[in-house]
């Protein structure tokens, strides 16, 4: 089952199955290392902020851009 990154359980790891944007803002996470198949941990959830940890990074995304990410359990 797919969840939306902000309806996920906080401090677990999960698998980015799919990422529904735009092509230039699918890009821009690809880049960033937000590819299908790579893990991905939800550390915070600030005000609609996520801080998420991802090869080694933190980055904070906005709902609207995490509500485009679906994962899927480790």
């Known amino acids: 089952m797919l969840i939306p990154l902000p309806f996920v359980e906080q401090n677990t790891n ?9 092509p230039k ?3 821009r996470l690809i880049e960033k290392g937000f590819c299908i198949g790579n893990k991905i941990c939800l550390l915070k959830d600030d ?3 996520f801080i998420v ?5 933190k980055y904070v995304i906005n ?3 995490a509500n485009k990410i679906l994962l899927e359990n480790c």
């Open 53 to 57: 940890k991802i090869n080694d990074s």
């Open 14 to 22: 999960f698998i980015i199955k799919d990422i529904r944007t735009n």
């Open 63 to 65: 709902f609207g851009l």
């Open 47 to 49: 005000n609609n902020n």
């Open 25 to 27: 803002e699918k890009n």
